[in-house]
């Protein structure tokens, strides 16, 4: 990959990281506005337990598409480390293609659901779902991106990413 479109990609994935902090932040206050409302002036919190409700679910989905790293996803060390680096390669592509084959085949029906959506609101917010449930479709189209990247790296001979906690330095 060229110098300006790593250049570009870190740019992006910080920009990623940048929402996903917004996303936290307005969590963390709508969570407090929760605490400050029940309990000092015995308001009704429905409004801010919805919107801590619909920040939780971006970030993670956000997060999981845009944020984290193929090494910081959770996988079965144990048996998959433990092969050989050939092995641990066919794995990696086995499950690069399925994971591929099947949110591909499911992204059609996602994003007609989604859309679907469009007639029903929050009840405090009144957010259409469609809206709200639209990052599943990013997501879904994220991954399978991901994953399209991942398998063209495998198959070009590069080998899978060693997560950070068999690092030297992990403490583990």
């Given at each position: 990959m060229g110098s300006f479109a790593l250049?570009?990609?870190?740019w992006l994935r910080r920009r990623a990281e940048?929402?996903?902090a917004c996303l936290l932040g307005a969590m963390f206050v709508a969570f407090i506005a929760q605490i400050v409302l029940r309990y000092f002036f015995a308001l009704p919190t429905g409004s801010m337990y919805e919107l801590t409700v619909v920040a939780w679910l971006w970030m993670v989905l956000w997060g999981s598409a845009f944020v984290l790293k193929e090494s910081d996803e959770i996988r079965f060390d144990l048996l998959y480390w433990s092969v050989n680096r050939h092995v641990r390669r066919a794995m990696a592509i086995a499950s690069g293609v399925a994971l591929i084959v099947l949110?591909?085949?499911?992204?059609?029906?996602?994003?007609?659901y989604v859309s679907f959506m469009k007639v029903e609101?929050?009840?405090?917010l009144h957010i259409r779902l469609d809206w709200l449930y639209s990052i599943y479709a990013i997501f879904?189209?994220?991954?399978?991106?991901r994953y399209a990247w991942i398998l063209w790296r495998l198959l070009r001979g590069r080998d899978p990413e060693a997560p950070q906690s068999l690092d030297v330095s992990s403490g583990l």
């Open positions: 250049k570009a990609a870190a940048n929402v996903l949110y591909a085949a499911s992204f059609p029906a996602t994003v007609k609101r929050t009840d405090y879904a189209f994220a991954v399978i991106v």
